[in-house]
């Protein structure tokens, strides 16, 4: 008998195994394949590796600019899949050595319930019970297909493919201009590839700054990315080496499409029905102020969880809200306005809180403050000037969000979730002085003449 089966060792999973020996909880953690989930194995930590791939391919490739004289950089993508690879190995088998130490036992096999406290796993072993006080469903997610676009792994694939390429195609179309379409057109443009980006609303990211979209909108037209928004692909014609995809009344032709339209939630067959747990479009509705379902004892996390970001980060926050409320019964709820997003491109585009549009929709008078990069000293140096800040403040009143594009934007954003989340005034936040010469100080330029005191 368990304190804890958690169901899922993603991020959301492993985050509430690891966090439980806070509290001397014992904790068995069921996982169908290798630990580390989507996140790992086949999302974020191996997208991040071919994108710095590719920032080291077009910062070789432009070193000339700096004076630096090379020879016409080759991309050797197997050497590169390699260390994608290696990198994603080293990660899970740290993490399956540190679920080990802090002695989560971690149960191979597919888990499902089956009653109160019962989880049936189906494993090599054959068919094991595992019982517990508390369960956390962390399931995850998968990506989501389209009609007419059904994967086959070669000319219709999804970023799981993708992440795999034995090499890298030409000509790609890229259905989705979200985070993970985005991600895609820029490693791939800025290693060479023909790329379309086709959005179905009306600008990339959607729900983004538009400002911040134009900042990577002008560099994906500098690396020759085309991208058609507010359109509707038809169904497509695949051939043996290319792929005809209708957009409007126009057609593109590729070597290979990438469908990026979203990630379906995996509960069908995890033993919800005949339980009270409520399932919304396969997602899980959940109470966030405890993470609990409406089934007594079932938690959820992660990519599963109904109206909240399908990010790690927020699954590890769920994760852990999760355990402390186990263990405590007190609540220890995600603070979901002050969750970070970015968008790991070149440049990067970070976000946190309101954007503009969202502060004026939630009835706020707002006060909206932007600053360039253009005259930022150590943009300049760095070649990349190409960036903005902007901070949305209620009148009168503390900031609410702010949105950065730009080099080391992923990074930068981390000051920004501090200010919203503790609701600092501008004359607060402006306060404090940033190192020079840093990229960071767009921030403090933006901060000040939020104040209403500019400087440069
Ligand atoms: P997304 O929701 O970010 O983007 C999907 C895009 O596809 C949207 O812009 C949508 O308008 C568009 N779309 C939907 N149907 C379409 C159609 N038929 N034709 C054309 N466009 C269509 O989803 P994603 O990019 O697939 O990512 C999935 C999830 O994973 C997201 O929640 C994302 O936040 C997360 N993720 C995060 C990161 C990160 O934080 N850096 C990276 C990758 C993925």
Redesign the pocket.
């Known amino acids: 008998m368990y304190d804890v089966a958690i169901i899922g060792g993603g991020p959301g999973g492993y985050a509430a195994a690891l966090y439980a020996h806070n509290f001397g909880l014992n904790v068995a953690l069921i996982e169908k394949e290798r630990v580390g989930g989507t996140c790992l194995i086949r999302?974020?930590i191996p997208?991040k590796t071919w994108l710095k791939t590719a920032e080291v391919f077009s910062t070789v490739k432009n070193a000339a600019e700096f004076g630096v004289d090379v020879a016409e950089p080759t991309l050797d993508w197997q050497a590169a899949l390699a260390r994608k690879n290696n990198v994603v190995d080293g990660l899970v088998n740290g993490l399956a050595g540190l679920l080990q130490s802090r002695k989560v036992d971690v149960i191979d096999g597919y888990g499902r319930l089956v009653g109160p406290g019962k989880i049936e796993v189906v494993s090599d072993q054959g068919l094991l019970e595992v019982d517990a006080a508390n369960i956390i469903l962390a399931t995850g997610s998968v990506?989501?297909a389209?009609p007419g676009y059904e994967f086959d792994g070669q000319r219709i694939v999804s970023?799981d493919h993708a992440l795999d390429w034995p090499e890298r195609p030409d000509r790609v179309a890229i259905?989705?201009?979200?985070?993970?379409?985005c991600?895609f057109a820029s490693l791939l443009a800025d290693t060479g590839a023909e790329v379309h980006v086709?959005?179905?609303?009306d600008q990339l990211?959607?729900g983004t700054d538009p400002a911040a979209v134009k900042v990577l909108e002008r560099k994906f037209k500098k690396t020759g990315v085309k991208i058609k928004t507010g359109?509707?692909?038809g169904p497509p014609d695949v051939g043996d080496d290319v792929v005809r995809v209708p957009v409007g009344d126009d057609a593109v032709e590729v070597d290979v499409v990438l469908v990026?339209?979203?990630?379906a939630p995996l509960t069908a067959d995890i033993g919800l029905d005949g339980t009270a747990v409520e399932v919304d479009g396969g997602f899980v509705k959940t109470d966030l102020v405890t993470m609990l379902t409406a089934e007594p004892n079932v938690y959820a996390v992660g990519d599963i969880v109904a109206g909240t970001?399908?990010?790690a980060h927020a699954g590890f926050a769920e994760g852990i809200a999760a355990i402390t409320h186990i263990a405590t019964g007190e609540p220890a709820p995600v603070d979901y306005n002050a969750i970070p997003?970015?968008?790991?491109t070149h440049p990067e585009v970070a976000s946190v809180g309101l954007t503009e549009a969202q502060a004026r929709d939630a009835g706020y008078d707002v006060e909206v403050t932007d600053h360039g990069m253009r005259g930022v000293g150590r943009a300049i140096i760095q070649g990349e000037t190409g960036g903005i800040v902007k901070v949305v403040a209620e009148k009168d009143g503390p900031i609410l969000g702010a949105t950065v594009a730009g080099a080391g934007a992923g990074e930068m954003i981390h000051e920004l979730m501090y200010i919203v989340a503790w609701e600092a005034l501008p004359s607060e936040a402006a306060a404090l002085i940033h190192a020079h010469p840093t990229i960071s100080e767009a921030i403090g330029e933006t901060l000040l003449t939020s104040a209403g005191r500019s400087l440069h």
């Open positions: 999302g974020c997208a990506p989501r389209i970023s259905i989705g201009g979200g985070v993970i379409g991600e086709l959005e179905a609303l990211l959607p359109t509707m692909v990026a339209v979203g990630r970001p399908q990010l997003l970015v968008v790991y």
